[in-house]
């Protein structure tokens, strides 16, 4: 075996430019990179989206994630180390770090690979801004869950979907998750049509220093074309 054939991963790009009446531009971005060996397997991913309108930003977030899991026999793997970083000034949050570890299953299910896991996370989170008084930066133990599946529909069709929630042990009406699936369709070669959905939640978010508190959910579908190797 070769080091080349152990690796694989995909990019989606989708962007819409508006003029005339009213001016709008946004641009999503999606890139996943994985090796996938014997006994290991290293999965990491980015989601980059922006937009704006009048000249204005109306929307701004990022994503990333990386974990390493190594397995002990088919289905059982510890994720030995995992980080996700996420920032989006609009729900008020200009940086939230979460670097872990976790116990994990993995199975398939004739034409779909599941894998589910647990274990705990130290959260740093800093606000944009905060009102008089309260806490701009927060940290603490939480625990966190996830859960991933791919599902071959069709020869040309595929579906990916991933979740995540975690939840401080002092007070878990704090928590935060994320969903995130992709449908594919494959065109010509390696390329393919991509349609994303996306769901942030944040079930207490912050007040800013203007006193406005952002929606607990976010939600997002984008369409994009797609790279896959």
Known sequence: PRERNFWSGSVSIGSTVR??????S????L???NRRALVTRWDSSASINYAES???KTQESQRYTSKFDRFFTRNLFVT?????????????????QTPGAAFGYDMYLKKIEFDVSAGAA??????ESVEAGAEREVDGWVGRFSANADWDITADIELGASYSINVPFEDGNFY?????????????WNFELDFTFAW????SPQANADGVTPEKNDYRLTTGIGWDF
């Open 31 to 33: 890139l996943n990179l």
């Open 122 to 127: 130290w959260q740093f989170l800093q606000y």
């Open 176 to 188: 935060t998750s994320n969903l995130l699936s992709t449908l594919s369709m494959d065109l010509w």
């Open 54 to 56: 009048g000249g204005e």
């Open 19 to 24: 003029s005339g009446n009213s001016d709008q």
């Open 80 to 96: 030995f180390a995992e980080y996700e970083y996420f920032r989006d000034p609009f729900q008020n949050i200009r940086q939230r």
């Open 200 to 203: 942030d939640r944040q079930n």
């Open 26 to 29: 946004d641009g999503s971005t």
